[in-house]
């Protein structure tokens, strides 16, 4: 057998889990970042920031992450900049988050009835000041249980950036696995801790659409 | 001069033309009625006269301004004329004194403190002084129409536009609400109300419009609209609500 015992295959592995939560965290800002940009180029009044908007969302929802990882880490190679494979997996994560986040929010934004906006155009309310004072904050309220739900989907995505090369914790898990031949244990592992990581956030977002439910008002 | 102005007006959404040449002047302190069967126009015409929705035809003129589809003059118009919807549209996540405050500081950047003292006098008036604090889901739907009308108050319009104001309450609660538009008529605010209350149209309005099919069919005191219809289609309808 080998010279590895339970702890030193749970320690390795949660090392490397730090680097799955840096990832998750990095893209999930990063991505509701860029996706709060997107999310008023797509709901302003710019045709050209419209359809550049619902172009950019179909691309990132109409192709696998794997390959859009596989273009962020092998495509900029092509224009001789050499991409290390946390900066490829950080933002093809960033991307790939900010059209999702983009299109959740956009619905919650959409979600806000009619007579919001009609109701503050009586009152002489331009765009910007219905935004900022009646529409967003309704769209907030519904938009965080989707949101924290979807940073599951985040940390899950971060899995497929083992695939060039970056050490997180999938990629642990593999290399730990070749060292001691003992995938069931080591992977079994990983699930658990993927578990840990996910179960809070989707549990914290049903939470959170209940009591949104219960309680309509902002107090 | 008159104070709204409505000339050949014509709106169309797609084929369907729903105003087909609206004419009426309303002067200062007149309220108007307006009357007639669902899908006649009314809340289109109305939704017009405030820049809601854009006319195809003719004109409307606010206190000597004429109405542009343009954002500055939209605003100049809103400041002018309030509107009153059938579903209140407050805001939900504000309070109703803070629903009160906010555009007078959004739009017209009074300063905050004035602008709660507007809003407790805007919601003494309506008497609903005490619930200043409360959120909209707290209210009942007539105490809910109340702040929605000391809201539109306090951004001081020479009109205000009532669509349906009641036909969302419970029948107990309309009468609290029609109170607070009979007051406002009594001090001489102008108004043009659709309205089903024809009770309360005969009392208090001036004029009464019946519009048929896109068209103001008929238009006079009230006495002589509900007592001698002179249209067979006015004769139906008041038949028909009597
Ligand atoms: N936004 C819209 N788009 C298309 N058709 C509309 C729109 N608003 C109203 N209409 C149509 O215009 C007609 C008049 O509607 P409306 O002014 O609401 O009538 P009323 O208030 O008298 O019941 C109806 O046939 C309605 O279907
Ligand atoms: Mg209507």
Redesign the pocket.
Known sequence: MNDFTTWDILRNLLLAARWTVLLSVVSFIGGGLVGALLLFLRIGKSRLGQIFVRFYVEIFQGTPLLMQLFLAFFGLGLFGIDVPAWLAAAVALILWSAAFLTEIWRGCVEAVARGQWEASSSLGMGYLQQMRYVILPQALRVAVPPTVGFSVQVVKGTALTSIIGFVELSKAGTMVTNATFEPFTVYGFVALIYFCLCWPLSKSSQILERKLNVAHRNH | MSLIEITEVKKR??D?E?LKGINIDVEPGEVIAII??????????L?CINGL?NIDEGSISVAGAQLLPDELHLKALRLKVGMIFQSFNLFPHLTAGRNVMLSQMVVKKTPRAEAEEMAKKMLERVGLSHKFDAYPDQLSGGQQQRVAIARALAMQPIALLC??ITSALDPELVNEVLAVVKELAAEGMTLMM?THEMRFAREVCSRVVF?HQ?RVHEIGPPEEVFSNPRTAELQQFLGVTH
Request: no cysteine.
């Open positions: 959404f797609g369907n729903v007639g069967r669902s899908g006649s126009g009314k809340s289109t015409l939704r929705e669509d349906e659709v519009m896109g």
